[in-house]
């Protein structure tokens, strides 16, 4: 079923498309985004500008162009910060659903915040206590889980957009003093997401060569984004925008979301942030659902239209002790869904998804650790393709697993497609 979610933030405002499957996991189709910048210069109580409402209207009208063109019957659509600091907030949220057809819904501070938590816990393995930030343009989002479950949530009035024009220290002293005033132990995980933080990692990735096209479940040391904070703050937007992951129009608040990143970690004591590709808008899809890992590896096989080889999944986790049977046991599910699309070689096919899918459910050393066991199961492994993703295994021991997965998908016949 396809399904979309608007997000109307302060800064930009986003349609994605989803292809949803049978058991609530879904696959993002694509996405069409619009820098409105409809909360720029905007303070509490004062209107947004007639200029911004035109340019929001515009992107309305595209966004109802892409439904219809596409046949989506299932939309949601939700407007932030800048609509509940503006005082015109709600009569331009009405034009917006006019145009739109369906309710442009104002969301709360706290909703904000346990969408974004509910999109984290939903597409990240999150089953230790954490604390999960998402940082928009006019507002920071934080929330504390405990045991799987939102246990607090916050919504700050900082945000990159809004502090773009602001000095490092100007910037430094607000957020500290706005998060000072949040009651929240510390954690050994801490995650995030947003524009700005997805960003930064695609800049980490590339200086550091990782081997993959995907940020999410990557882990970026609080170092690096010191850094990156300091030598941004240096830069004019042409240069900042000629990095490597940063668009010009990311270009105009990566600076300032640098450094509210920077200065959230240092008043955590965190020493690195995994980041999520995912966040509120997919917690707007998913409200109300429980997704694990099982489910997202079902949506592998939902997609080739292929029942799940869940006895293919069982037969080789069985065959390796502790949590690396749980990876053995994903390595030949997905190169059994590969094998039963019929690909000539499905161990290469499982290797090089995970080195360019977002693959919802896993961390990134998680899904590089599966792909590198298929790669095992029909092909040479480089210590430094072992190296590069800061795993401890031997060479030895993934020719192991690969020969588990190899011997056990090659037992099971070929699926049959379903048409549903």
Known sequence: MLSAVIDAGYNSFRLSIY?????????????????????EGIKEGSKISDDKIKTAEQAFIAFKNLINAKGVKNVKAVG????????????????????????LRIISGEEEGRFSATGFINTLPITEDAIIFEIGGGSLEIA???????????????????????????????????????????????????????????????????????IHGYVVPSSQISKYAKVLFSLDIQERSALPGISKERAYTIHSGAVI????????????????????REGVLTDGVKLDRNK????????????????????????????????????????????????????????????????PGFTQKEILTIGLICKAAKGKI???????????????????????????VETYPLGVRWSG
């Not at 957009?161 to 957020?175: C, D, G």
């Not at 697993?401 to 190899?406: D, F, L, M, N």
Request: glycine share 8%.
């Open 261 to 280: 990143i920077d200065e959230l970690l240092q008043h955590f004591n965190a020493d690195k942030v995994m980041v999520s590709a995912f966040g509120m």
């Open 296 to 359: 997202w590896l079902e949506a592998i096989a939902f997609y080739h239209y292929l029942d799940p080889p869940w006895d293919v999944f069982y037969d080789a986790e069985k065959k390796v002790k502790g949590e690396m049977g749980f990876y053995v046991g994903s390595a030949a599910f997905i190169s059994s869904v590969f094998k039963m699309s019929e690909y000539l070689n499905p161990y290469d096919a499982c290797y090089r998804m995970t080195r360019t899918a977002i693959i």
């Open 80 to 103: 932030t910060s800048a609509f509940r600091y503006a005082s015109n907030g709600k009569e331009v949220s009405d034009k917006l659903s006019e145009i739109l057809g369906e309710d």
């Open 382 to 408: 480089r210590k430094k393709n072992i190296k590069s993703v800061g795993l401890d295994f031997k060479k030895k021991e993934l020719y192991e697993y690969g020969k588990i997965v190899k011997e056990i």
């Open 144 to 214: 504390k889980i405990e045991a799987g479950n939102i246990t607090k949530v916050y919504q700050l009035p900082i945000g990159a957009l809004k502090l773009a024009t602001y000095s490092e220290k100007e910037i430094r002293k607000i957020v500290s003093d706005e998060i000072s005033t949040i009651s929240i132990t510390p954690s050994k995980l801490v995650v995030g997401s947003g524009g700005n933080m997805r960003a930064l990692a695609k800049l980490d990735e590339k200086i550091s060569g990782f081997p993959s096209d995907s």
């Open 19 to 39: 292809d949803v499957f049978q058991n609530n996991t879904f696959r993002l189709l694509g996405s069409l985004k619009y820098f409105v910048r409809i909360g």
